[in-house]
């Protein structure tokens, strides 16, 4: 046999030693002592698994928890105190401080005559903190000191409060004032288009407006007011609401609650009316209002407010929600209220607004209530049953109507608060914040701010983009970061609000 057929027979005995020992080309030169896989790749039940899809959060409903306060806190009970730099006689005024007012008690000494004074600290006007000495006689360590007497049989107490609903989260709201009529022409596409260049993030559109006539055609309306639905100006309200919905629009629905002279005619019975002669009672502009004392009328209000929530409102804003103008309660002896359930109009006015909540609720939408912008700074309810810790401690919003056009001259010693919007928001806001303070769940204070010229007013200014800038910042030195502008028109200043 020669060489080369030795050589052929090697490799073919070879290759077989290669085949039947399940060596291969490209096998490890080190060797393996990792056993061999016997699972079949093409059987499904030999496949790893697949890492599990994350399982989403479960949605847990917070409350807000009450405001509290440390022990050695005082609430100012006087209306304008003095802080002296000492106890003694004619000791040297360092400064004031204004009802309502929050110091740290630091000291208490008595005087000659046995008279307590109180040595604390407090934040003053410019923010920055600083310490002297008041009378005791006009401080507190009780929060409901505050009160005034005819107010405290109504109910302060922490009120469960979300942090925020599901599917409904909280907006930091930029808004603006539509009405039945903007919301379905042509006129709702130009706000979209401004809100889209703008801050503005929030639409409040009448669902039931001042005259009582509805948005879209509802079941309580035609229970209770038939004649409401007459003129509904958006015959496809699911459709309004993807097109706001689809543009990022927060939306409010504002319901006026009892000023109603459609509700009124279909319920004469319900209407104010005046003793002597029976007719209905009426404000300059003549529309009737239907008694706040009229659970009837809760019900249509809560009832439309929840045809609202189910179409999709993020928000419920009852406005009126107050008794009308009596020139300052001197009207009261001539009007018959047709209250028969012997309730002051403050507690009329909680009553309603917890009876609200309550039944709105389940719906998972926000309740705001406007009020007189004022109303923050009396210490009274105006005779219009808006008592500014009665109604905050309830809702989620309290919005003060802070139209500069709508102050009496020389309040907050402003000669025409009209010209002069940011010097008048600021006041009436600070007012405002230092009020809220002191309750256990106080509402998030969101401002009405003028964004109209008032020519009826004298020494009126006009209003425009400068002025609306104006209240914005008196809002925001006052830590207040969330208002609505309004214009009956609904014709607003972009240039206040442009990105």
């Not at 709702?188 to 509805?214: C, H, P, Q, R, W």
């Not at 309750?439 to 109209?452: G, L, S």
Request: aromatic share 10%; charged share 25%.
């Amino acid at each position: 046999m020669n060489q080369k057929n030795v050589l052929a027979i090697l490799i073919v005995i070879l290759s077989l030693s290669l085949i039947f020992t399940g060596c291969s080309v490209g096998a490890n030169p080190m060797g393996s002592t990792k056993e061999e896989s016997t699972e079949d790749p093409q059987d499904p039940a030999s496949q790893p698994e697949e890492p599990a899809e994350p399982e989403e959060p479960v949605f847990v409903q917070e409350i807000i928890p009450e405001v509290t306060f440390p022990e050695n806190t005082l609430f100012i009970t006087g209306r304008k105190i003095n802080v002296r730099e000492d106890i003694t006689k004619g000791a040297k005024v360092l400064g004031s401080l204004s009802r309502a007012s929050q110091v740290t008690l630091l000291e208490e000494k008595k005087d000659e005559q046995e008279e307590t004074w109180l040595k604390v600290s407090y934040i003053d006007d410019s923010g920055k903190e600083e310490t002297g000495w008041i009378s005791g006689k006009h401080a507190s360590k009780n929060w409901l000191d505050l009160i005034g007497e005819e107010f405290k049989d109504m109910d302060y107490t922490p009120q469960k409060k979300v942090v925020e609903y599901e599917n409904n989260p909280r907006v930091k709201v930029r808004g603006i004032y539509v009405t039945i009529w903007s919301a379905s022409n042509a006129r709702l596409d130009s706000l979209i288009e401004m809100a889209k260049k703008t801050d503005i993030n929030t639409f409040v559109i009448d669902v039931k407006e001042d005259k009582g006539y509805m948005l879209f055609p509802t079941k309580a309306a035609e229970k209770y007011s038939p004649e409401a639905n007459k003129h509904a100006t958006v015959k496809d309200i699911q459709a309004l609401m993807k097109k706001l919905k689809d543009n990022n629009i927060y939306t409010i629905a504002r319901i006026v609650s009892f000023k109603d002279p459609l509700y009124t005619a279909h319920n004469p019975d319900k209407a104010i009316i005046y003793k002597d002669t029976g007719k209905p009672f009426t404000n300059n502009d003549g529309l009737v209002w239907a008694s706040p004392h009229d659970r009837n009328l809760w019900e249509y209000n809560i009832e439309v407010a929840k045809e609202a929530a189910e179409v999709g409102f993020n928000e419920i804003q009852f406005d009126y929600v107050r008794f009308p103008a009596s020139d300052g309660g001197k009207l009261d002896k001539r009007l018959d209220y047709r209250n028969t359930t012997g309730e002051s109009k403050p507690a009329t006015i909680q009553n309603y607004l917890k009876y609200a909540r309550e039944q709105l609720a389940p719906k998972n939408v926000y309740i705001s209530a406007d009020v007189y912008g004022l109303v923050g700074s009396v210490e009274d309810d105006m005779a219009l049953g808006q008592y500014w810790e009665a109604i905050s401690n309830i809702v989620d919003y309290i919005c003060p109507m802070m139209y500069p056009s709508h102050y009496a001259n020389h309040t907050y010693g402003i000669p025409v608060p009209d010209a002069n919007p940011y010097g008048t928001v600021y006041n009436s806001t600070k007012d405002s914040v230092r009020r809220n303070k002191n309750i256990p769940t106080p509402a998030i204070i969101r401002p009405w701010i003028q964004d109209f010229t008032a020519p009826w007013v004298k020494g009126y200014i006009k209003y425009g983009d400068q002025q609306v800038i104006d209240q914005i910042k008196a809002l925001e030195e006052n830590g207040v970061d969330e208002y609505l502008l309004w214009n009956p028109n609904n014709k607003y200043s972009e240039g206040a609000v442009t990105k």
